[in-house]
């Protein structure tokens, strides 16, 4: 399978100063089976990555290896240049929802005030400027007045946008979100998508990862995966009948091949 | 050989000893805070099964310490029992990583091995030396030396000042390990510290309740704290002051009983489980009992202004029987709302009639506001006849904080459907 690069430039000719993100080669296996094969892409900065592919696609592999929190067997993974462990702090995860207990005894701030953790380092306690920097972030994504809420007091929505507050206050340049529209409205999920939108303009860059094909078109740059590079580009040329096909292979329900067939026709 | 017969029951062990009674009460004191400030963490991370291992699984240790030191020496006992803690944690960890079983099983799997071996070498040791299992399994509290006492009072003070020092990490690692572990954070390291105080004051505190009622005491107050607040640090101080009384309060009982202490400790922490389930503030029966009083007490007062204010309206004097009349409330409940109404300065009453203060008229206006404009809400979006708008407004109107709201929705209506004015 040929790897497609969104300027058909080579890695090494990219501009290193506006390549967010680079993979050459990546390949991970657990247990002998490979997860993912000779994964590259490039992603510029300021750009919304969308990761889509079926489950067992490898995705959470793809974002976990990416994170660091699972060693790749080869292959290639800078951050602005650099390695994972010389710039943990420029990278934060944005879980699942649904990875973390709800009725833990903590508030909206307190889940926020975790962000900084990371900077302050073992023995550092949060202060004043801390506690601003958090209430500033919960302003960003229009949580400010739940501040002092028990978390169990969220809705889905809700929480994302706590999980994406924390990784605001982090300072981090490069977000992984993890599902964020997982038991999230519609309305909602246009709120996040804006929020997104938002964030990159500022110059993050975010992967996102989704299993959903109806929002591919909200995505700079998709990258269709399953245990390898399916295609990469922007979604106009990368969301194509075939390559959607060869992504999720007989994975593919009738309702999203409806759906794949009429936005076809509107082509 | 041995078999296990030998731990038979022998009731007379238990009996509270008067004159040990300092060091054995605060030994179990410490204890009881120790485990409980811990349980918060065993309980918030769900592992209280590893709980109940680890202090199964440290009599191995115990038993090769008391072998190679050839005496129950607090110290090699500790050591001992901490190399044996973490070897747990560490096989829990192996068998449910890298096989497909699950951590629960995994658990089981260890602690009961490690409980076996523990007795299979307590049969082998030398002739003449005298391990007395008894009190491992149950304690016994009048065993208890001062240097016992020291060594848990040390084990109490590191415990209590790792977790202060490390607070901000374990919160983050407890909350939400995966983020954690993307921040750098070393969690399986905190995992095994947690395992490692875990293990350290199980085995400091055997003596006082045996390793079958220790579980109870890192379980038992941590949730009961849990019951009670929204906060983690809070959780912390409550669960280790639920521990320390449970511990003080099961001796006195004790020895006012002639019982065993270990028990007693735990039918008391299981009894300040049993209140704080009641007393909860956001599940608990009590506080939800309250809160539905203390709202059905807030909308008759509102009930009242609002029909003192009526009958002011029409130049009437707002006797008693009048203005339960429009309240529709049972006259022998006024008294008790016009005195809490006066208290919040709303009212003014005698004997013969009662009337509105500035503020009370101004609160009764916005309810007569509230009113009229949910009823022209429900008139328009609900459509809702006019005959039947009253009964809904009239509950809806409590909700007066979102009078303003509900008047920009509808385009500031000069009057409602029954052609009322809205006052502004």
């Known amino acids: 399978m040929r790897i497609l690069h969104p300027d058909n430039t080579s890695p090494a000719q990219a501009d290193k100063t506006s390549t967010a993100i680079h993979l050459r080669d990546v390949t991970v296996s657990y247990q002998e089976k490979p997860a993912l094969r000779s994964v590259s892409m490039d992603v510029p900065q300021g750009e919304i990555i969308g990761v889509v592919g079926p489950n067992g696609a490898g995705k959470s592999s793809l974002v976990k290896t990416m994170l660091g929190l699972i060693q790749q067997d080869a292959g290639e993974i800078l951050y602005f240049g650099k390695p994972i462990q010389e710039c943990r702090q420029l990278v934060s995860y944005v879980p699942q929802t649904g990875a973390v207990d709800w009725d833990f005894p903590v508030t909206v701030l307190d889940v926020v005030m975790m962000g900084h953790f990371g900077r302050l380092g073992w023995l550092g306690r949060p202060g004043k400027k801390h506690k601003k920097a958090a209430i500033d972030a919960l302003e960003t994504v229009g949580m400010a007045p739940y501040r002092n809420r028990h978390i169990r007091q969220l809705s889905g929505g809700q929480q994302q946008r706590v999980f994406l507050a924390r990784a605001l206050c982090q300072k981090a340049e490069i977000l992984f979100l993890d599902e964020p529209f997982g038991g999230v409205d519609a309305s909602t999920e246009k709120a996040i998508f804006s929020l997104m939108d938002n964030l990159a303009a500022d110059g993050h860059t975010l992967v996102v990862v989704n299993h959903d094909l109806s929002v591919l078109d909200r995505y700079d740059q998709l990258l269709l995966l399953n245990q390898h590079v399916i295609a990469y580009g922007p979604p106009r040329e990368v969301a194509t009948e075939e390559n959607l096909r060869k992504t999720y292979g007989g994975h593919l329900s009738l309702l999203d091949k409806a759906e794949i067939a009429i936005k076809d026709h509107l082509r | ?424």
């Open chain 2, 1 to 424: 050989m041995h078999t296990l017969a030998q731990l038979t029951f022998e009731p007379q062990l238990w009996y509270f000893p008067f004159e040990e009674l300092p060091e054995g009460l605060w030994t179990s004191v410490l204890v009881g805070i120790t485990c409980g400030v811990l349980g918060c963490f065993v309980v918030l991370r769900r592992m209280a099964l590893i709980g109940d291992a680890l202090s199964h699984a440290i009599l191995p240790g115990v038993v090769i310490a008391f072998l190679v030191t050839n005496n129950t020496g607090v110290w090699g006992l500790l050591l001992g029992a901490l190399l044996a803690g973490l070897l747990t944690a560490v096989l829990i960890n192996l068998v449910s990583h890298k096989s497909r079983t699950k951590e629960d099983s995994a658990i089981g799997i260890v602690f009961t091995a490690l409980f076996a071996l523990g007795l299979i070498l307590i049969s082998n040791l030398p002739r003449g030396t005298h391990f007395d299992l008894q009190c491992f399994v149950f304690g016994i509290p009048d065993a208890v030396n001062k240097e016992e006492m020291y060594l848990m009072g040390a084990i109490a003070a590191i415990v209590i000042g790792i977790i202060i020092l490390l607070y901000h990490p374990l919160k983050l690692v407890s909350f939400d390990p995966l983020v954690a572990t993307s921040m750098g954070v070393p969690v399986l390291f905190f995992h095994y510290l947690l395992m490692g105080m875990i293990s350290a004051t199980v085995v400091a505190g055997l003596k006082t309740t045996g390793v079958i009622l220790v579980v109870a005491m890192v379980i038992t107050p941590a949730s009961a704290a849990y019951q009670l607040t929204d906060r983690f640090s809070r959780m912390l101080i409550l669960a280790g002051f639920f521990g320390g009384l449970s511990a003080l309060l099961g001796m006195i009982f004790a020895f006012i009983l002639n019982a065993p202490s270990g028990p007693s400790m735990v039918l008391v922490a299981t009894a300040i489980f049993a209140i704080s389930m009641l007393l909860s503030p956001s599940h608990g029966y009590v506080f939800e009992k309250l809160r539905k009083l203390r709202l059905k007490r807030h909308i008759d007062g509102e009930d009242v202004l609002k029909a003192v204010y009526k009958l002011e309206q029409n130049q009437e004097t707002a006797t008693k029987d009048r203005i339960g009349e429009l309240a529709r409330l049972p006259l022998e409940r006024l008294p008790k709302l016009f005195h809490s109404l006066s208290r919040e300065q709303l009212l003014n009453f005698t004997e013969a009639a009662a009337t509105l203060t500035e503020t009370g008229r101004h609160r009764a206006i916005e309810l007569v506001r509230s009113h009229r404009l949910w009823e022209s809400y429900l008139a328009q979006h609900a459509n809702i006849p006019p005959g039947d708008l009253h009964p809904h407004a009239e509950e809806l109107e409590h909700a007066h904080e979102l009078a303003d709201e509900v008047d920009k929705t509808l385009g500031h209506p000069k009057h409602d459907p029954h052609g009322s004015e809205i006052p502004r």
